[in-house]
């Protein structure tokens, strides 16, 4: 049982590049979501989903793009990166239910872009 | 935005001395979690109170929530070198499903010298 694993850990990019934040969880979990954070400052949700099939935003979506093809992958895309996407990157993932879940993070993907 | 609210923002203490720390959030919540983070990795699940709870203990920590005033409260106590990490306050809130949509604070920075 590995939990969320999310890479890659360290990434460089140039202005403009594109790439794929992956993401994989081996915990059966219905949701699934992306988190970024910035120095000094909590977590910010960029995109979640309930289920395979089913996405969307969260609070800073811009720039992101998501899909959820199994329950187990939730690959986070930056379409044309830019230095304001310099960030550290969480997946989380939580079973489904009300009344309040655990939600599971991975270990982060560190992002430059330069 | 950010819902949660830590306080104080950076604490510095002794090792065997009681840590705690303060959340306020603005509006109504499903539950509450405290977040560890130690620093460059990804984010431990510490503890979940209810909204119907008042008070939950795991440990050496214990939470207290009070919805009337909208805070939260963590205490660490016997505090251990190792627990210096930054500990942040995140709330799910009530609407369908949305619990497992987490609104984070900006953490408190803790910092226990031997």
């Known amino acids: 049982n590995a939990g969320v694993t999310q890479t890659p850990k360290f990434q460089v990019l140039k202005t403009g590049q594109s790439m794929t934040l992956q993401c994989a969880q081996d915990?059966?979990?219905?949701?699934m979501s992306w988190y970024r954070q910035d120095p000094g400052m909590g977590l910010r949700l960029i995109h979640y989903?309930?289920?395979?099939?089913?996405?969307d935003q969260g609070e800073v979506p811009n720039g992101y793009n998501v899909s959820r093809s199994t329950t187990e992958d939730f690959p986070l895309r930056l379409l044309s990166a830019a230095p304001s996407q310099t960030s550290v990157y969480f997946c989380?993932?939580?079973?489904?239910?009300?009344?309040?879940?655990?939600?599971?993070f991975g270990e982060g993907s560190w992002l430059t872009v330069v | 935005s950010q819902q949660g609210e830590e306080d104080p923002q950076a604490l510095s203490i002794q090792e065997g001395e009681n840590a705690t720390m303060n959340c306020s959030y603005k509006?109504?919540?499903?539950?509450l979690q405290w977040y560890r983070q130690n620093s460059g990795r990804g984010l431990a699940h510490l503890i979940l109170?209810?909204?119907?709870?008042r008070e939950k203990h795991s440990g050496r920590l214990r939470v207290t929530l009070d919805t009337s005033k909208k805070s939260s409260s963590l205490l660490i106590t016997a505090s251990r070198a190792a627990d210096t990490a930054s500990y942040f306050c995140?709330?799910?809130?009530?609407?369908?499903?949305?619990?497992?949509?987490?609104?984070f604070g900006k953490g408190t920075l803790l910092t226990v010298n031997p």
């Open positions: 989380a993932s939580s079973y489904g239910g009300s009344g309040g879940n655990t939600i599971y």
């Open positions: 915990m059966n979990h219905e949701y």
């Open positions: 989903s309930v289920g395979a099939g089913i996405t």
């Open positions: 509006t109504s919540i499903n539950n």
């Open positions: 109170i209810r909204s119907n709870e």
């Open positions: 995140a709330t799910a809130g009530n609407s369908g499903g949305s619990n497992y949509k987490l609104t």
